[in-house]
């Protein structure tokens, strides 16, 4: 029989409605509180900064089914359904009797799966009368899809990119710039907060917690403004989860069902996307399969950090999240996976993780690129260095079968690839890239800062 590469939706087939895990997951994740008066949120105190929709979906814990609307629907269409593809050159690569998918999300206009939250978030705010956007980018992934997707639904987006990224990543920046985006180098004397700093310090090179700043000040003081994100929060896992559905038909046209799924962990939303639909047959059917999150051991949220309460920027401007961290004072190492620095986890995935419900591997930046050069030869996609933790973990799983014969079934996401990267393997192939090694005192030391919030 001729095998099988690739599965595909037929677009009348591609989900209709995103699946929520929160209505039916067992402990529901604790409240997000207000800072001031550590009093649990409601949807309206999230209203000033994010569009309202967005608002309530992020606290739904009642609805597993929320519509897609037809306009995102019909944007969906322009890349998915995305393929489902058998990856038989890793596997003969390997010489593993295990059966190993990908979900390719590469294939989005701007190479990521950060374009299935852009899209809706862009739709709502354009629903609610909003005009201008906002958002923060380091190095550049999630500025790129909002650029996009504001143009798509006609709204003008400014984007505060970190400096150095600004300067050291210069086609991002062209990226965000050829749709159309305002693309600001951070700190920037256009916000108080980007003054402030600049007259202190004028060569500062920027930080993700200084760029959320002015993003979030330019929102509150311009009229009909809001702020997006592009992971961390649950409506934007929530948007991913279109990546399971399809994933679900997919591996049912193949046939099989998966043993065990992988995602590479940045804040959790590509995870999400591609566990939570599976997930929900582990909640309520008992089905047994293993959840594996890919996090950087230079980030070691899941694996090393500390369930509490915390904020989920650096500067104290969200609300308190329950969720695994490392403190939102941690510095992460300069990977080359700038998409997986980020101290903390979703509260979903934190809830989660706590129940025992999905499990976590921390992977080395030297494995992370051996992982991704194997995979770039054995299935010709060059993986983005985020994705390549992905790579890693299924790979370190595929082996294990090999070992003990085993025939499993393992699903990871390809969350993105990695033309726009191509810097980071040259100083992989030149032998200049290192594992950062993180002792448990400093991860305690950050741990006791925040242990009273
Ligand atoms: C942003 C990004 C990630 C990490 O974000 P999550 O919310 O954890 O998915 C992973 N891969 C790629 C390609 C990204 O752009």
Partial sequence: MEKKKRYFLAEEDIPRYWYNIQADMVNKPMPPLNPATKQPLKPEDLYPIFAEELSRQELNQTDAWIEIPEEVREMYKYYRSTPLVRAYGLEKALGTPAHIYFKNESVSPIGSHKLNSALAQAYYCKKEGVTNVTTETGAGQWGA???????????????????????????????????????????????RAGKDILTKNPNYQGSLGTAISEAIELARTTPNCKYTLGSVLSHVTLHQTIIGLEAEKQMEMAGEYPDIIIGCFGGGSNFGGICFPFMRHSIKEGKKTRYIAAEPASCPKLTRGHFQYDFGDEAGYTPLLPMFTLGHNFAPANIHAGGLRYHGAGVIVSQLLKDGLMEATDIQQLESFDAGCLFAKAEGIIPAPESCHAIAAAINEAKACKESGEEKVILFNLSGHGLIDMAAYDQYLAGNLTNYELKDEDIQHNLDEIKDL
């Fill in 145 to 191: 899809a909002l650029s996009y997707a504001a143009k798509v639904f006609g709204l003008e987006a400014a984007v505060y990119q970190v400096k150095i990224s600004y300067e050291q990543k210069p086609y991002r920046r062209s990226i965000m710039q050829t749709f159309g985006a305002q693309v600001t180098a951070s700190p920037s004397m256009s916000t």
